[in-house]
């Protein structure tokens, strides 16, 4: 269903295990990104109405989730730790030019936005099916959902602004890339590196 051509190596849920302190850090983090993305494609193209909306919707439903992320560290008896550079999305970002088009560049920000979603989606379901924390697991499971719909949502639109077939051009040269990028993570207690 989300496409990636290269899958998460299952062993990554045993580096998650070791330091699940770190990947609720890292993960709470990514909530505050998919935030502040929704904020800054409502900045940068407030004319697509629809959009906006959409957008507007997606910052509640991130924050309460770093909420909820943040709420499980409370109950451990941790703090939030510091953010820390996210490798993956440094290398993602790398791969369309940059300029172009208004319609571009919506686009070009969407497709990334959508495979961010797809690969903690794809995380979000080994944590869920490979955790021993079983309650952990289930929350990771309930957050699964959410991150597919995102993935589509933020794909749909992407395809609805710019040329059906050239984005989806875009898209698999986008999967393409990552798989590559993806052959050099794994080994990390992030939810994309």
């Excluded at 935030?35 to 439903?61: D, G, R, W």
């Excluded at 609805?160 to 077939?165: D, F, V």
């Amino acid at each position: 269903m989300l496409g990636l051509k290269l899958p998460t190596d299952p062993r990554w849920v045993n580096i998650v295990e070791k330091n699940i302190e770190e990947i609720l850090t890292d993960h709470a983090f990514c909530e505050q990104k998919a935030t502040s993305t929704a904020i800054s494609l409502i900045v940068s193209f407030p004319e697509y109405t629809e959009l906006v909306q959409e957008m507007t919707a997606l910052v509640k439903e991130e924050m309460s989730h770093f909420k909820m992320v943040h709420d499980k560290i409370i109950e451990r008896g941790w703090t939030l730790g510091r953010d820390r550079k996210d490798e993956y999305v440094i290398q993602l970002l790398k791969f369309f030019p940059k300029g172009g088009s208004r319609t571009d560049q919506l686009v070009h920000r969407l497709l990334y936005a959508a495979l961010i979603e797809a690969r903690s989606c794809e995380r979000f379901r080994l944590l869920s099916e490979e955790l021993k924390d079983k309650e952990l697991a289930e929350f990771y499971r309930r957050l699964m959902v959410s991150e597919a719909n995102h993935y589509t949502m933020f794909l749909g639109y992407a395809r609805k602004y710019g040329n059906r077939e050239e984005v989806d051009k875009k898209w698999q040269n986008l999967l393409d890339y990552e798989a590559q990028i993806m052959k050099d993570l794994g080994t990390k207690e992030t939810i994309h590196g």
